[in-house]
């Protein structure tokens, strides 16, 4: 149990490390981040949104992702159901509100979480223009869910590391397969394309494996054997694979993260998180790597800190890290 424990923890925690870490050089080219941090990159908090250690949008969804799953559990959702995905979209609806100064208030049936009272998170930290959108015209009536849209971004997948805890139970067992569903459905409230939700349903797969002690590589082909059950995955396949050749080639970060994209897409995000976890040395290592490239650096943080904090558990973070997140 207290195994167990310390991987949900690291998962959780060490994804907001991760988020921290890359918040203040997300828009920054990797030559602008040499040139001012000098070529190792960033392995300390740097100033973002007035303090240090301040975590972003991709936090704050994760949050309302465990909020939102807990609440459905709480009100008997099934496994896996339609409930629990609707219990989810209520608290995104509420993190929704609390990225609005003139937001329009739900309804008193629906403010019955406990994040929505912590001031901290009433704080906009560069929410996705998809998760913003769709949300929205979802509160206005003027959307449907799941989305109607041909998104892939990483909105999708940044959120959805609580999926894969979601299915652990007292006895010791994690149904990986329900994992991957769950976060593929939680994923398609805001995001339309396959790529999209399939690369977070990887995710949370490999997740839920990590955490249940098994290695990476036997979470990634648990995670692959998966994938490919569903229309659509061949983008999210490739990228996978790309990842897994450079890390077993050798090939430098410098070159392989260029190559696997920015991050911006869920499939070019998931990959970089891969390639930086399978090489990396350690947890500081591997979340340094991952945000060091072009693009949007504190997504890759944030998948790579949630799989190997979920793989090394909450110690292998540096206590420096926690203590000023």
Not at 155 to 166: H, Q
Request: proline letters at 5%.
């Amino acid at each position: 149990m207290n195994d167990t424990r310390n991987r949900f923890r690291g998962c959780l925690l060490g994804g907001a490390v991760g988020d921290a870490l890359g918040a203040p050089v997300e828009f920054m080219r990797r030559t602008e981040i040499d040139a001012q941090y000098g070529p190792g990159g960033v392995n300390r908090y740097l100033p973002a949104y007035g303090g240090l250690g301040t975590v972003t949008d991709d936090t704050q969804m994760t949050l309302f992702t465990a909020e939102g799953l807990l609440l459905g559990w709480a009100d008997g959702c099934a496994h896996g159901s339609a409930c629990l995905v609707a219990a989810t979209r209520t608290a995104y609806l509420r993190w929704l509100q609390t990225q609005e100064a003139d937001h329009v208030p739900l309804e008193p049936a629906s403010i019955d979480g406990w994040l929505l009272h912590h001031p901290a998170l009433h704080a906009q930290r560069g929410p996705g223009t998809t998760c913003l959108g769709v949300l929205r015209a979802l509160r206005d009536g003027t959307q449907d869910s799941p989305a109607d849209n041909d998104r892939k971004g990483c909105g999708g997948l940044m959120r959805v590391a609580p999926a894969g805890l979601f299915f652990w139970r007292p006895e010791g067992a994690f149904s990986i397969r329900p994992a991957f569903m769950l976060a593929r459905d939680l994923a398609a409230i805001t995001h339309g394309h396959p790529t999209g939700q399939l690369s977070a349903g990887a995710f949370a797969a490999m997740v839920a494996a990590l955490a249940d002690g098994m290695s990476l590589q036997g979470a990634l082909a648990v995670a692959k054997h998966l994938l490919v059950q569903h229309e659509g995955h061949e983008e999210t396949l490739l990228a996978i694979q790309r990842a897994e050749s450079f890390a077993r080639a050798g090939v430098e970060p410098g070159q392989a993260i260029p190559d696997l994209g920015e991050g911006w897409l869920a499939d070019e995000a998931l990959a970089i998180a891969l390639y930086c976890a399978l090489t990396a040395e350690s947890f500081e290592h591997g979340v340094a790597m991952a945000v060091h490239h072009d693009g949007d650096s504190d997504s890759t943080g944030a998948v790579t800190g949630n799989l190997l904090g979920a793989a090394l558990g909450v110690d292998a973070i540096p206590g420096a890290w926690l203590e000023s997140l």
